[in-house]
């Protein structure tokens, strides 16, 4: 929340746009398999602290090694996934790589409405559902610098079998068409740079008068 209460108290601003912009911002991140998501939002995270929550998503792919359900992932059941969908529980959901991947929609609304600006990092498919149910997103594409560059980020993680890799990167090409339908891009060449770029997407939100 912006610190406009001396400035409204005086009536240089008006109760109108204090209101609008006392919610976090929701932010959307998106990007193929191994561009670095993961690893460019933790140094954001890290740097931000408590004033940027992250979306656990749910799933009903298996754990990595050293993933902690409740930590990564809510990693459910075929039928707990159904479950919750069915209740409408998930602000989006989409099948990906033959998994079900989704957002609970409680947490995302609980962070907002406090004020704290919250991460979303889903597939293309959920993020266009995500600006369909709401006007308050702001979508965010995480490049990788090259389909080459992203075949080793791919292949040195290290975590996936080498099938699930191809999988991943055949989807690539098509994910990376639907960047043309986000507000901002990110090319991830170096980390710090990226991190950088996405805290001034932030910060720039933040400050925006009315979003949607
Ligand atoms: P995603 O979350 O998009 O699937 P990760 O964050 O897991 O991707 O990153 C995939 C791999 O690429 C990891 O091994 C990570 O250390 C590496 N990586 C991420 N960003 C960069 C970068 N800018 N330069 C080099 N390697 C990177
Ligand atoms: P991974 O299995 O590598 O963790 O994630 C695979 C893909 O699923 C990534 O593109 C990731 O962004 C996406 N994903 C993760 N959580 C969600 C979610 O809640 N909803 C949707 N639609 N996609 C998700």
Redesign the pocket.
């Known amino acids: 929340m912006q610190n406009n209460t001396q400035l409204y108290e005086c009536g240089v601003i008006k109760m109108d746009t204090m209101d609008k912009n006392t919610r976090g911002v929701l932010l959307v991140l998106s ?1 193929p ?8 939002c933790k140094v954001v995270r890290d740097s931000l602290g408590d004033n940027l929550a992250y979306s656990i998503s749910a799933t009903t792919r298996k754990p990595r090694t050293g993933e902690e359900h409740g930590r990564e992932y809510f990693f459910f059941t075929k039928e707990e996934f159904e479950d919750l969908r069915d209740k409408n529980g998930f602000l989006e959901w989409a099948q990906v790589y033959d998994n079900y991947y989704g957002t609970p929609r409680a947490f995302v609304e609980e962070v907002l409405a406090s004020g704290r600006d919250c991460i979303l990092e889903i597939d293309p498919q959920g993020a266009l559902q995500v600006r369909k149910a709401t006007d308050e997103a702001v979508l965010v594409f ?1 490049a990788p610098p090259s389909l080459e560059e992203l075949r080793s ?2 292949t ?2 290290g975590t996936e079998a080498p099938e699930e890799v191809e999988k991943r990167l055949s989807c690539a090409e098509a994910e990376l068409s639907y960047s043309n339908q986000y507000d901002y891009l990110i090319v ?4 710090e740079k ?1 991190a950088d770029k996405m805290k001034a997407i932030l910060m720039a939100e933040r400050c925006r008068i009315k979003r949607g």
């Open positions: 990007g398999s191994g561009t670095g998501k993961g690893t460019v995480i980020r791919l040195g993680r991830n060449d170096e980390v990226a």
